[in-house]
Nanobody, 124 residues
Framework: QVQLVESGGGLVQAGGSLRLSCAAS????????MGWFRQAPGKEREFVAAIRWSSTSTSYADSVKGRFILSRDSAKNTVYLQMNSLKPEDTAVYYCAARRDSFVATGPQDYDYWGQGTQVTVSS
C-alpha cells in the first residue's frame, strides 16, 4: 500500500522560506513521478512541481519557477520542496502525489496516490 506523508508546513512571513518533505513508502513501481499540488480555499487544486524519480528532471508551474526547488533523496524515499521568496498568494494546503507512469503530468487526475496535505500560510 502506497503511503505519502507530508511535513514541513507552517506560518511564515512574506519573503521567507519553508521546506516541505514527502516521505513515500510502499511504492513498488520502478520509476514514478512525484508531484506537489496546492489548493487554496475556494480554488481548484493546482500543479506546483514534479520530479521524475529516475532522472531527477523537474517541472514547475510558472507561478513558482525560480522560487521553488524540488529534489529527492532516493535513500530516504523522500522528495523535498524548497520554497523561497514566499508570497501571500502561495498560501494553500500543499499535497504530495505519486504517479505510476514515468512521464510528468500536471493534472491532479493524472496522479494515483495522494498525501493528506500540509498547510502553508504566508502572512503579508
Amino acid at each position: 500500500q502506497v503511503q505519502l506523508v507530508e511535513s514541513g508546513g507552517g506560518l511564515v512571513q512574506a519573503g521567507g522560506s519553508l521546506r516541505l518533505s514527502c516521505a513515500a513508502s510502499g511504492c513498488t513501481f520502478s520509476s514514478p513521478v512525484m508531484g506537489w499540488f496546492r489548493q487554496a480555499p475556494g480554488k481548484e487544486r493546482e500543479f506546483v512541481a514534479a520530479i521524475r524519480w529516475s532522472s531527477t528532471s523537474t517541472s514547475y508551474a510558472d507561478s513558482v519557477k525560480g522560487r521553488f526547488i524540488l529534489s529527492r533523496d532516493s535513500a530516504k524515499n523522500t522528495v523535498y520542496l524548497q520554497m523561497n521568496s514566499l508570497k501571500p498568494e502561495d498560501t494553500a494546503v500543499y499535497y504530495c502525489a505519486a504517479r505510476r507512469d514515468s512521464f510528468v503530468a500536471t493534472g491532479p487526475q493524472d496522479y494515483d496516490y495522494w498525501g493528506q496535505g500540509t498547510q502553508v500560510t504566508v502572512s503579508s
